[in-house]
């Protein structure tokens, strides 16, 4: 049986996974002996005009370009090749989480894989051939139609020999393909170094996401973006690359048959199979009886077992439905909690398993600022920090809609006028009244397992080893309001906190005294603050904290708690302002050596110093400068406070009821118009945006008030 994901996201918090020898490196095998495969192009259909390798391999290269695909979840399509490739860096984590033995990326086979000048597949013996896959999406709100792999190209699925984990590793920016509609199928030297470094950070920070095991360097490659810039590819894999938006398109085509097929696949060769779904919650549970946990809920379901009360009745695909939206709950709580921004969260980069995937314009928070969007183009802020959660609800109902019709059919599922024939009209109502419930229902559960993942991250945070209700307003929101008022640096400030002794902060002035600490080297910041205030507001925090503190590890040493707390909270983590200057170094001054050092630092974020260079290594984890920080710029926070129309901009983009259209069943004219919000407000799904109403949302809602009642009335209008 191939190998596949575990029912929940693996990993120890500490970027650890499999199983360690010696240097911490598993035995591993070479490239020619670990196994592989192709199940997702053996299970699913190809593109009707490549139906074989051989039919690919022998068609001219440009006759793979752009182009619409029909009836298909990939195209054989093999790398461009590329001429004189430098190696830059190797990931020693992604090579030991692969199954690959240490030593082995310096093989010339290793370096003409990476780079795209071998395949594993000859028209003689066969083997593996290099796919792109098909897919489409929502962006900014819009329906975008066909996308697919512009410029990633799939080599071949491989199994880890000592976890039995599957992934499968495809390189980026090797050469156009029929989805590359107007790009060049390239990549650059700079977003590569980025996404290289953040894949491999995010994963030793415990967060789910696709990895990156090299980066190479394309020198006679010269790509036209806003100015000629070096090429190159990284090889990137993860246990599956399909997206949201690969069942986006499918609906948007009415191709249901397909639609079906592909979810099975998730169902059966993703994830662990159907019996690993987890089971309906009884919320609240019945007359007598204890609800299963909604952080672990029942498994084990026969496939087709039925259950849920009459018009809510569940049956696989809806049980399918809830592992995704579980597993993407816990990924957004991740971002929250470790301040960590996409950027550009459509749902062709959304993950059917809860990766984080495709990394653009991407940021770690620096001052705790919950408007901030490193996406210089998302004017309106969709994918600001504070709306995160909202939308990847947002295009988990887009994958609701796309399963809705399955999942609305209930126990009529696999009958055969239905699976043959499709929907009667008279089958029709009761099976969108059934699916609506489902989604609603299902979106409870999102927000449940979002907060308490959470909850559970930020207690691990501030050191608390047991939670309280009252935690969530009495440390994280005041928290994170102070922070903000302050101008605190968000990450910095827990890596500090981190190093302190209780025996520093019994008193107010101690605390008083102590705050410092958290302040920037220009001192204390925020519109009306003063050095007396910003001290007096920080020990009034630390003295509740040192309270929650004594209470959980009173018969434990102040340094274990410190230590706990250490490896919970990241003394490096790869910002913006520090991947400028390594792109610089490496692009600009020929500089090879920084990469490692990065990378290593990327791997090990918790320790207190690498011992490789200790200026760069404190320059890295200190105070970020000044004018290099990210935040959202002061002119847009003067927009939001003083113009009305502006405010009411965001607030549309905000907004917190229900974020979806009645479904339709496999209703191509849906996809022709942007998504807008639901007329039928009854069944809010509301989502936090932040654990708190911040005073900036506030000034929104005031200053939009009447705006927004105007709005809805537009928006009932067209609906």
Same mark, same amino acid.
């Given at each position: 049986m191939a190998a596949r ?6 990993g ?5 996974s499999?199983?360690w020898?010696?240097n911490?490196?598993t ?8 196994p ?6 053996s ?6 005009a490549?139906e ?8 001219p290269r440009?006759?793979?370009g752009p182009?619409?695909v ?15 490739p430098?190696l830059?860096s190797?990931?020693?984590?992604a090579?030991?989480d692969?199954?690959?033995k240490e ?7 290793f370096?003409d ?10 028209l003689?013996n ?6 792109a896959q ?5 962006q900014?709100g ?5 996308l697919g ?11 880890n020999?000592?976890t039995k ?8 920016g090797?050469?156009?393909t029929?989805?590359?509609r107007f790009a060049d199928g390239?990549a ?9 470094i ?8 415990g ?5 990156a ?9 010269k790509?036209?973006r806003?100015?000629?810039e070096?090429?190159a590819i990284v ?7 399909i997206r ?7 609906r948007?085509?009415?191709d249901r ?5 592909? =979810?099975?696949?998730v169902a059966?060769?993703v %994830? ?6 987890p089971a309906? *919650? #009884? $919320?609240?549970?019945?007359h007598?009886q204890?609800?299963?946990?909604v952080?672990t809920p029942l ?17 696989r695909f809806?049980?399918?439905y809830r592992?995704?939206v579980r597993r993407n ?5 991740a971002?929250? =909690?470790y301040?960590?921004m996409?950027g550009? %969260?459509?749902?062709d980069?959304?993950s059917i398993?809860? *990766? #984080? $995937?495709?990394y ?7 001052n705790?600022d919950?408007?901030?969007t490193?996406?210089?183009d998302d004017?309106?802020l969709?994918y600001?920090?504070?709306?995160q959660?909202?939308?990847?609800w947002?295009n988990?109902?887009r994958?609701?809609?796309s ?13 055969e006028?239905?699976?043959t024939?499709g ?6 109502k009761? $099976? ?8 609603g229902n ?6 449940t397992?979002f907060m308490?993942e959470?909850?559970?991250l930020?207690s691990?945070r ?6 309280k209700e009252s935690d969530?307003?009495e ?6 309001d ?8 968000f990450?910095?400030?827990?890596r500090h ?10 008193t107010?002035?101690q605390r ?5 600490i958290f302040?920037h080297k220009?001192?204390v ?7 007396e205030?910003a001290?007096e507001?920080?020990s009034?925090?630390l003295?509740s ?17 410190q230590k706990?707390?250490k490896?919970a909270?990241?003394?490096f ?5 520090v991947?400028?200057e390594?792109?610089q170094?490496?692009e600009?001054?020929?500089d090879?050596k920084?990469?490692?050092?990065i990378?290593h630092m ?18 890295f984890?200190?105070?970020?400068p ?8 002061h ?7 003083t113009?009305?129309s502006?405010?009411?901009s965001l607030?549309?983009?905000s ?6 259209k ?5 209703s ?8 807008g919000?639901?007329k039928?407000t009854?069944k ?6 932040y654990p708190?109403?911040?005073a900036?949302?506030r000034?929104?809602?005031e200053?939009?008030a009447?705006a ?5 009335t537009r928006h009932?209008?067209?609906?």
């Amino acid at each position: 049986m191939a190998a596949r994901l575990s029912s929940s996201h693996t990993g120890d918090g500490n970027g650890r996974s499999g199983n360690w020898v010696g240097n911490g490196h598993t035995a591993g095998v070479s490239l020619d002996d670990i196994p592989k495969s192709s199940n997702f192009t053996s299970k699913l259909p190809p593109d009707p005009a490549f139906e074989t390798p051989e039919s690919s391999h022998n068609a001219p290269r440009e006759a793979l370009g752009p182009r619409l695909v029909k009836g298909a979840l990939f195209t054989y399509v093999r790398p461009e090749t590329t001429d004189q490739p430098e190696l830059l860096s190797v990931s020693p984590r992604a090579l030991r989480d692969l199954g690959l033995k240490e030593g082995e990326e310096k093989s010339a086979q290793f370096r003409d894989i990476v780079s795209g000048n071998k395949i594993f597949w000859t028209l003689e013996n066969g083997g593996i051939y290099p796919w792109a896959q098909c897919y489409g999406g929502w962006q900014f709100g819009s329906w975008a139609g066909q996308l697919g792999d512009g410029r990633a190209i799939s080599l071949f699925e491989s199994t880890n020999p000592v976890t039995k984990i599957r992934y499968e590793v495809q390189i980026k920016g090797a050469g156009r393909t029929p989805y590359s509609r107007f790009a060049d199928g390239k990549a650059v030297l700079r977003s590569s170094i980025r996404e290289y470094i953040v894949s491999e950070a995010l994963n030793a920070l415990g967060i789910p996401t696709t990895r990156a095991l090299s980066l190479v360097l394309l020198p006679n490659s010269k790509v036209i973006r806003e100015r000629l810039e070096p090429g190159a590819i990284v090889t990137r894999f993860a246990e599956s690359w399909i997206r949201i938006g690969t069942f986006d398109l499918l609906r948007s085509r009415g191709d249901r048959n397909l639609t079906r097929k592909l =979810a099975t696949y998730v169902a059966e060769d993703v %994830l662990p199979g159907w019996e690993s779904l987890p089971a309906a *919650l #009884s $919320l609240p549970a019945a007359h007598g009886q204890d609800p299963p946990s909604v952080d672990t809920p029942l498994r084990g379901v026969p496939k087709d077992a039925i259950q849920g009360g009459e018009g809510v009745e569940e049956n696989r695909f809806t049980r399918l439905y809830r592992e995704i939206v579980r597993r993407n709950a816990k990924t957004v709580a991740a971002w929250q =909690a470790y301040g960590f921004m996409n950027g550009v %969260l459509n749902t062709d980069n959304t993950s059917i398993i809860g *990766l #984080s $995937l495709d990394y653009g314009p991407f940021a770690f928070m620096d001052n705790f600022d919950p408007q901030y969007t490193p996406n210089h183009d998302d004017h309106l802020l969709r994918y600001s920090y504070k709306n995160q959660p909202s939308v990847i609800w947002w295009n988990l109902v887009r994958l609701g809609e796309s399963l809705g019709e399955l999942m609305g059919a209930g126990d009529q599922v696999d009958d055969e006028v239905f699976v043959t024939k499709g929907v009667t009209e008279e089958f029709g109502k009761t $099976l969108v009244q059934r699916a609506e419930k489902l989604i609603g229902n299902i979106c409870e559960e999102y927000k449940t397992v979002f907060m308490n993942e959470y909850k559970r991250l930020m207690s691990a945070r501030l050191g608390l080893k047991t939670r309280k209700e009252s935690d969530f307003e009495e440390l994280f929101s005041e928290l994170l309001d102070t922070l903000e008022a302050l101008e605190l640096d968000f990450n910095h400030f827990f890596r500090h906190l981190s190093g302190i002794s209780l025996a520093d902060i019994e008193t107010d002035e101690q605390r008083k005294a102590i705050a410092s600490i958290f302040f920037h080297k220009e001192g204390v910041g925020g519109l009306g603050n003063t050095e007396e205030s910003a001290r007096e507001r920080i020990s009034k925090w630390l003295s509740s904290w040192r309270e929650r503190i004594a209470e959980d590890w009173a018969a434990v040493t102040d340094e274990k708690r410190q230590k706990a707390m250490k490896a919970a909270n990241p003394k490096f983590l790869p910002r913006s302002w520090v991947l400028d200057e390594v792109i610089q170094r490496v692009e600009n001054k020929g500089d090879r050596k920084i990469l490692d050092r990065i990378i290593h630092m990327a791997l090990n974020p918790f320790q207190d110093g690498w011992d490789l260079n200790k200026d760069e290594e404190e320059r890295f984890c200190g105070d970020v400068p000044r004018y290099q920080r990210a935040t959202m710029s002061h002119e847009k926070e003067k927009d939001l406070k003083t113009d009305p129309s502006f405010a009411q901009s965001l607030l549309e983009q905000s907004a917190i009821t229900k974020p979806w259209k009645t479904i339709t069943i496999c209703s191509p004219e849906h996809y022709k118009r942007a998504s807008g919000y639901t007329k039928n407000t009854s069944k809010a799904c509301k989502m936090p945006w932040y654990p708190h109403l911040r005073a900036e949302e506030r000034i929104l809602r005031e200053s939009a008030a009447a705006a927004a009642a105007a709005q809805c009335t537009r928006h009932n209008e067209e609906d």
